[in-house]
């Protein structure tokens, strides 16, 4: 009786492990492979081993992300190697949709070549991330990826080598501290007829990037670390999105063109470039933040500074984006639309904002009110203090007297007002102007530093003394820190 029982009890606690095991390798698929997303590589091998269906549908999985846990740790780190190598060899002709390789403590990049190569080659990959620090001597060979889509690359200035083609399927590329080893980039970025997002940060190796390409709806280029790079020409007729912070130690040579018809939001920060070409006004433009600092900022001296050349490349800037419903400019750029030239009225923007410097030097007064008499549809206002330099004084905006500021007709649009004071008497004049002038102005926020809270009931005082032209508009003081 002692044995049967003792049979009765194992076979029922067969039985319970059999049902628990249906419970889960008898799963749909989609949830199925859902939970195991969430595993690392060398846990979805032990579920592996758990059965034979199990390690059956195991083995149809096609996602990899590696533990870098394991990777880590000294003792384990070999033999997972090894288990990594043989996993993604034993993946032949099979689709791989992701391969994630993070960063981890390792004394060459053999491994990772020859991870990203099996996948490669042997399997159907489709996204690659890789997250990896290199040794100086060693460097990432990327095959040719006819299946990849998304490639993800972080090397912490690694050395990055390309092949000439072989990216038909790529949507998405984005590079990080990566030194780029390739001849004619700009030309490979072309022959991507499916890229759709490119981004670029912190990039070396490369001294002109040219691409022409039908499908880029979005393209950001972030370069601050090296001054390799002279000439950047996009043309991209389906280019939504463009985002440029271009910094270097000297704008000789520098160049940049940018031909995009359907452009809808434009962000450029950096320094300044001598030779800018926008190609046709941007029509479909919604958003242009253009905050550029002087070419003098590099140089320190004014007199080698060709402002005669500053000026034409600046008008060209804001005539191409002229065509803007929302615009962000600093001080001196303001200069660029009264430089030697009949400046153009800029019918479809509604949104300014305004970086200046301290309003009691360098005309920043009068050089505001220029600029708005040509915004005869602006509706929001916003003056911010610029506490860096940013260039120049605007010394050739036409002078005007506050005294002799007249309404033009953009000052019936216009409904929000917003500006930072940082003291004097020049910026107090151009509030008593939006306010004299302002016929449906609704509301006005002053912006006051809280060290000059002692000044609020002056403020509240010459406020009070001003003339309104609208009767509904509210007055808001808020600190700034």
Not at 11 to 17: L, R
Not at 39 to 60: H, P, T, Y
Not at 90 to 116: A, C, M, Q, T, Y
Not at 349 to 360: A, E, G, R, T, Y
């Amino acid at each position: 009786m002692r044995r049967n029982d003792q049979n009765k009890r194992r076979d029922k606690t067969v039985g319970d492990e059999i049902v628990q095991e249906d419970k889960f390798s008898n799963l749909p698929d989609p949830p199925f492979y859902r939970i195991l997303s969430f595993l690392e590589l060398d846990d979805i091998a032990r579920v592996g081993g758990l059965s034979n269906r199990l390690k059956e549908r195991c083995s149809f999985l096609t996602s990899f992300k590696i533990d870098p846990n394991m990777l880590e740790d000294r003792k384990r780190q070999s033999g997972y190697l090894h288990f990594l190598d043989k996993v993604l060899k034993s993946f032949r002709n099979r689709e791989i949709k992701s391969l994630h390789i993070p960063w981890f403590p390792h004394e060459d990049g053999i491994h990772v070549n020859e991870w990203i190569n099996n996948a490669a080659k042997r399997c159907k990959l489709g996204k690659l991330i890789v997250d990896h620090t290199l040794e100086k001597q060693d460097k990432i060979v990327l095959p040719c990826c006819e299946f990849l889509k998304v490639m993800k690359l972080t090397l912490y200035d690694g050395t990055l080598e390309f092949p000439t083609m072989g990216f038909a399927t790529l949507q998405v590329l984005t590079l990080i501290s990566v030194e780029i080893v390739c001849d004619g980039f700009g030309k490979l970025l072309s022959s991507c007829n499916s890229l759709t997002r490119l981004k670029l940060e912190n990039f070396s190796g490369v001294n002109k990037i040219e691409i022409t390409n039908s499908s880029l709806q979005v393209i950001s280029i972030l370069k601050t670390n090296s001054d390799d790079l002279d000439h950047l020409k996009i043309s991209a007729n389906a280019l939504k999105i463009m985002n440029v912070a271009w910094y270097f130690r000297s704008s000789t040579n520098k160049s940049f063109h940018l031909s995009a018809p359907s452009l809808e939001s434009l962000t450029w920060r950096g320094d300044s470039i001598y030779h800018c070409d926008f190609v046709g006004n941007c029509k479909l433009l919604k958003d242009a933040y253009i905050n550029l600092r002087h070419p003098c900022m590099l140089t320190q001296h004014l007199s080698t500074v060709d402002e005669a050349l500053v000026h034409n490349s600046l008008w060209k800037l804001i005539s191409s984006v002229r065509e803007a419903q929302s615009l962000q400019l600093n001080c001196w750029q303001i200069e660029g639309l009264f430089s030697d030239r009949q400046p153009k009225s800029l019918d479809n923007l509604q949104d300014l904002v305004l970086k200046v410097s301290d309003f009691n030097k360098d005309c920043q007064v009068p050089a505001t009110v220029s600029l708005l008499m040509l915004l005869p549809n602006i509706r929001t206002l916003k003056i911010k203090c610029c506490r860096q330099p940013l260039g120049t004084n605007v010394s050739n905006v036409m002078a005007l007297e506050a005294s002799s500021y007249e309404p033009g007709e953009w000052i019936s649009c216009l409904e929000l007002v917003e500006i930072e004071l940082v003291g004097g008497g020049d910026e107090m004049q151009l509030v008593e102007y939006l306010l004299k002038c302002g016929k449906v102005l609704k509301k006005m926020t002053i912006l006051y530093s809280i060290l000059d809270v002692h000044r609020l009931s002056e403020l509240a005082s010459a406020l009070r003394g001003f003339n309104k032209a609208s009767s509904q508009v509210a007055m808001f003081f808020l600190p700034y820190y």
